[in-house]
């Protein structure tokens, strides 16, 4: 079935450093791809997303290509902030609202 | 912007005994609302679709006389574990769909804990 491989943690980088977390996905059509982030005592919020192949989803300083050919939106930073220590979760879903998949969730930790 | 709230954040009970779980959208209506369960270090899984004033929809593998899911306004449903057990412990997180926003947007709650002793 539809799934989503993301690299798993804890990863831990020191300030203004570059940032990737991989994530892979294997689906029989088109999915739709997302990257959400989930801060410590909050909800998991929508960090990007995009919708079909070669869309680059960005938001505050974060990207992730939709890549068709490696199956892959990986997520990168290019200068990690200390506020960016998180739990960082790939996605996708097909069709509609009703088929989200997430990966197993990454937790980032950004020490000063 | 869209706050999802839930209720309780962490609950510990008894094994035999029945919990609810609120969920609430805060600042919007929503007329789909998801129900997820998460293990340690594992995905999110899809429980239950659930639709303001009809029954909900649930994954395979899902017992629905083990989990009952009411959605009786557009701005609240409820999850109830009934006669938990210690395996129901899980972390339960829930999300909402706007009325007014169409395609893929889910604002998801902070979670809830629960530890069926």
């Known amino acids: 079935g539809d799934s989503v491989t993301q690299m798993e943690g804890p990863v831990t980088l020191s300030e203004e450093a570059f940032l990737t977390i991989n994530c892979t996905y294997t689906a029989t059509g088109y999915p739709s791809l997302f990257w959400y982030v989930q801060y410590p005592g909050e909800g998991l919020q929508l960090l990007l997303k995009a919708t079909k192949a070669d869309d680059k989803g960005s938001n505050k300083g974060f990207e992730a290509t939709y890549r068709k050919e490696t199956t892959s939106f990986h997520l990168e930073k290019g200068s990690v902030q200390v506020s960016d220590s998180a739990v960082y979760f790939c996605?996708?879903?097909?069709?509609?609202?009703?088929?989200?998949?997430f990966g197993a969730g990454t937790r980032l930790t950004v020490k000063p | 912007g869209a706050v999802v709230s839930q209720h309780p954040s962490w609950v510990i009970c008894k094994s035999g005994t029945s919990v609810k779980i609120e969920c609430r959208s805060l600042d919007f209506q929503a007329t789909t609302m998801f129900w997820y369960r998460q293990f340690p270090k594992q995905s999110l899984m899809l429980m239950a679709t659930s639709n303001e004033g009809s029954k909900a929809t649930y994954e395979q593998g899902v017992e629905k006389d083990k989990f009952l899911i009411n959605h009786a306004s557009l701005t609240l449903s409820t999850l109830t574990v009934t006669s938990a057990h210690p395996e129901d412990s899980s972390f339960y997180i829930c999300?909402?769909?706007?009325?007014?926003?169409?395609?893929?947007?889910?604002?998801f709650g902070p979670g809830t804990r629960l530890t069926v002793l």
């Open positions: 999300s909402a769909s706007p009325l007014e926003i169409v395609g893929h947007t889910q604002y």
């Open positions: 996605a996708l879903s097909m069709y509609n609202n009703n088929d989200m998949r």
